[in-house]
């Protein structure tokens, strides 16, 4: 219990440096945002009537976009996670941590649990400036803390493939590339298009892709209500990209630092 | 045992083995309370490898370490408690200022919520630190990177402050500064181990030293006696031309290193005079006491001595006499391999 408590307190004071490095940086925030909100501008505008093909069960192409961009956002907000700890394993401050009589695991947890935040709000931002540009938010205030946890909650888990990534190459190119390859896996999603106009081989990514899951629970909550088994779907699907991913980084940053 | 002369650092047979390098090949050393150990020797000797064991960083491939008591290997947690570390370049987060540097060191090292407010402050004040105490750490000079770097090393009074190359990398001035404060932190009672490749550095600062080389502790002890086993004090006098040195360059030599052993018969052994052109040295066991008498006699005879330049063995002729090199030749600094 005492360790546990130690763990909690150094999670806690290392969180918070991590997250003033990720939030002191102007940089970091906009590149996140710029993206998505490209896609959400030019896309809405450029596709605007591809709500006519019956598949579409509105008749804004914003609104239909808005959910994905959302866990774009999140997804971005985490994409580049295991970026800081390799420059600070390079440059000797892990070692400094490391000679601290600090809970070891902290200096993970310290980098991970922050990212639980930072991806919620970049998905707030992202929900924000969709719902002035003409999105809805069907469920109201207690939509909006579902799609906050379920972001942060989908940035945690995601996390994983930048720290696993990092901590194997220790090389912050091939860390930045990977990222860059899982940008297919954002987009065979229903993220721009209902499932039924994909070509099949696409359908069949589409099911079993966790973003897609994700995609589906918060467009729920900001286009007709609550559907409990869309929210059930993307904490389970999540959860065990979570778990995965996790594992992962826990047994790399042990290879690395332990 | 009587803890004020208790050692310290503790270290027996200590081995770390890379492949097929061995980095650290049988180290032993042991380091009193309160002194200022050095371990001086050129880049690749073992130095940062045994400091990152001492600092249960890495672990030895074999032998022991015990640092405050406590072993490296079996206790690391109780190590840590008590040890501060300084690293070979300042290792700060670019992106915090210095006041929450020193702060996170605090709670890091469980420290009071009041104990880390007042230490803090103590710290950017003694650091000279106080006005960029607000400022991110990425925008500090080198020196100021150094100066925090070693205030958060001190931040929770760490009996023992292990520093590895503290003065690399800083312009003259900073290394001076920083001498003085290290100076100052061990007289309140830090033990202290750091290691060097600068010779003057090791000279100045540290009580007791231990030259390393390829792994191995090659000799130990305190500088004024490493230097005064190394022989005797060098004394080299300016000479005018001697009127009959009119012949061959060697035999005019020969005549002036004989007329200098004639003269100082009794002061000098012969064969520790040696003649060149325009120039005597002579090899003296305390050449500051010999001199005035050297002179008094050379100017007797009235030889036109014009200029006198006395040196004293240093910590490289220290290390030249028992590895064969001069460090000078091994210090230059090697590029930073990055590996990817």
């Known amino acids: ?258 | 045992m009587d803890p004020a002369t208790q050692a310290v650092i503790e270290v027996s047979d200590l081995v770390k083995v890379y492949g097929e390098t061995r980095a650290v090949d049988d180290v032993s050393f042991e380091v009193d309370r309160g002194e200022l150990f050095g371990f001086l020797g050129p880049n690749g000797a073992g130095k940062t490898t045994t400091i990152r064991i001492l600092s249960t960083l890495l672990k030895p491939t074999s032998g022991g370490a015990r640092v405050a008591g406590h072993d490296v290997v079996a206790e690391p947690g109780e190590v840590r408690k008590r040890l501060g570390l300084a690293m070979q370049t300042a290792t700060l987060d670019a992106f915090s200022t210095g006041r929450e540097t020193l702060e996170l060191a605090g709670r890091l090292h469980r420290m009071p919520p009041r104990e880390i407010k007042r230490r803090t402050d103590e710290l950017l004040q003694l650091m000279g630190l106080e006005a960029a105490a607000k400022k991110l750490t990425g925008t500090y000079s080198g020196g100021m990177k150094r100066r925090l770097d070693l205030a958060t090393a001190l931040m929770h009074r760490p009996e023992v402050l292990i520093l590895d190359e503290p003065t690399e990398g800083l312009d003259p001035q900073s290394r001076t500064a920083l001498w003085e404060e290290l100076e100052r932190i061990n007289a309140e009672g830090t033990t202290m181990l750091l290691t060097t490749h600068y010779m003057e550095e090791a000279d100045r600062l540290c009580s007791r030293l231990a030259i390393i080389d390829e792994g191995r502790v090659v000799v130990e002890g305190r500088p004024e006696a490493l230097k005064a086993a190394v022989g005797a004090d060098t004394v080299v006098l300016q000479v005018g031309r001697s009127p009959d040195a009119d012949g061959a360059q060697g035999s005019a030599e020969d005549a002036r290193k004989t007329e200098f052993c004639t003269l100082l018969d009794g002061m000098v052994p012969c064969e520790a005079v040696a003649a060149h052109d325009g120039s005597v040295t002579l090899a003296v066991a305390d050449a500051s006491a010999a001199i005035p008498g050297l002179l008094r006699r050379l100017d007797g005879h009235g030889l036109d001595i014009t200029g006198l330049q006395m040196s004293r063995p240093s910590l490289d002729d220290v290390f030249l006499q028992y590895t064969g090199r001069h460090i000078r030749e091994e210090a230059a600094d090697q590029p930073i391999i990055m590996g990817f």
Do not use: C, H
């Open chain 1, 1 to 258: 219990m005492r360790e546990l408590t130690a763990f909690a307190y150094d999670t806690y004071w290392l969180g918070l440096r991590t997250t003033r490095r990720f939030f002191r940086v102007p940089a970091n925030v906009i590149s996140i945002i710029f993206f998505p909100l490209i896609q959400l501008l030019v896309f809405s505008q450029l596709y605007k009537d591809i709500v006519q093909l019956p598949a579409f069960a509105t008749d804004s192409y914003l609104a239909y976009l808005a959910p994905g961009q959302v866990v774009f956002a999140s997804f971005l907000a985490v994409g580049w996670a295991g970026y800081g700890m390799l420059v600070e394993y390079r440059s000797g401050y892990l070692d400094r941590l490391r000679s601290t009589p600090i809970a070891r695991f902290s200096i993970l947890s310290g980098e991970m649990v922050p990212l639980f935040f930072e991806a919620a709000i970049m998905a707030a931002i992202l929900l924000g400036v969709s719902m002035l540009l003409g999105a809805t938010l069907a469920t109201g205030v207690g939509g909006l803390v579902l799609i906050l946890l379920l972001s942060g909650l989908f940035g945690i888990a995601f996390s994983g493939i930048s720290f696993i990534a990092a901590l194997l190459t220790k090389s912050e190119q091939a860390a930045s590339a990977l990222s860059l390859l899982m940008f297919p896996v954002v987009f065979i999603s229903t993220a721009f298009v209902p499932a039924e106009l994909m070509p099949g081989w696409m359908q069949a990514v589409n099911d079993w892709n966790p973003v897609t899951f994700q995609i589906e629970a918060i467009r729920g909550l900001m286009t007709v209500g609550y559907d409990w088994t869309a929210i059930g779907q993307a904490v389970l699907a999540d959860v065990v990209v979570g778990v995965v991913l996790v594992s992962g980084t826990l047994l790399a940053f042990r290879r690395l630092a332990a």
